[in-house]
T-cell receptor
Framework: ETGVTQTPRHLVMGMTNKKSLKCEQHLGHNAMYWYKQSAKKPLELMFVYNFKEQTENNSVPSRFSPECPNSSHLFLHLHTLQPEDSALYLC???????????????FGPGTRLTVT | QKEVEQNSGPLSVPEGAIASLNCTYSDRVSQSFFWYRQYSGKSPELIMSIYSNGDKEDGRFTAQLNKASQYVSLLIRDSQPSDSATYLCAVNYGQNFVFGPGTRLSVLP
């Protein structure tokens, strides 16, 4: 595997389900990110992890729960979602979060989530 | 609220022409600026990063930054139909990133 991988690529879930999205980066990076991309809206940063520590949470509802067990893996646990949460969820990684040249983010292919 | 603005387009240029994509941002403390290309149904792909005022060239791409005017642009020379995509401008604020809505570029053969 190379780059940033995400599973599953597509997910359909009911509003009462619990599911998890997984992201893995094979780039030796230390920072990982979750983004949400909805139709006709800009990419929205949800969470930032730097060396496994959460450093940003952009007012994301608690029905989204991130987990970063190490610098290579990132999860997004989902529960009690709403139909408006249907979107493309993208994971990204960067080398670190300080210093010039280190913020370049590389994205995974995304998980297309549909909440019914 | 920190904002990044782009003309949504579509911007149509003939094959071989120069495509010019523009982006403005609201916060003067921004230090890092990025251009991404996103094909329909795909994830964003990094094209260029720029940190200092002036121009930065990479192949057919040139990024231009003017911090005084809070403006960053991307020029694509010798545009090809394969360049048809949505181009996203991103600005870094500390550990936060804000993306613009993207400009859809169409290169006509």
């Amino acid at each position: 595997e190379t780059g940033v991988t995400q599973t599953p690529r597509h997910l359909v879930m009911g509003m009462t389900n619990k599911k998890s999205l997984k992201c893995e980066q094979h780039l030796g990076h230390n920072a990982m990110y979750w983004y949400k991309q909805s139709a006709k809206k800009p990419l929205e940063l949800m969470f930032v992890y730097n060396f496994k520590e959460q450093t940003e949470n952009n007012s994301v509802p608690s029905r989204f729960s991130p987990e970063c067990p190490n610098s290579s893996h990132l999860f997004l646990h989902l529960h009690t979602l709403q139909p408006e949460d249907s979107a493309l969820y993208l994971c990204a990684s960067s080398q670190r979060t300080s210093g010039q040249g280190s913020y370049e983010q590389y994205f995974g292919p995304g998980t297309r989530l549909t909440v019914t | 609220q920190k904002e990044v603005e782009q003309n949504s387009g579509p911007l149509s240029v003939p094959e071989g022409a120069i495509a010019s994509l523009n982006c403005t941002y609201s916060d003067r403390v921004s230090q890092s600026f990025f251009w991404y290309r996103q094909y329909s149904g795909k994830s964003p792909e990094l094209i260029m990063s720029i940190y200092s005022n002036g121009d930065k060239e990479d192949g057919r791409f040139t990024a231009q930054l003017n911090k005084a005017s809070q403006y960053v642009s991307l020029l694509i020379r010798d545009s090809q139909p394969s360049d048809s995509a949505t181009y996203l401008c991103a600005v870094n604020y500390g550990q936060n990133f804000v993306f613009g809505p993207g400009t859809r570029l169409s290169v006509l053969p």
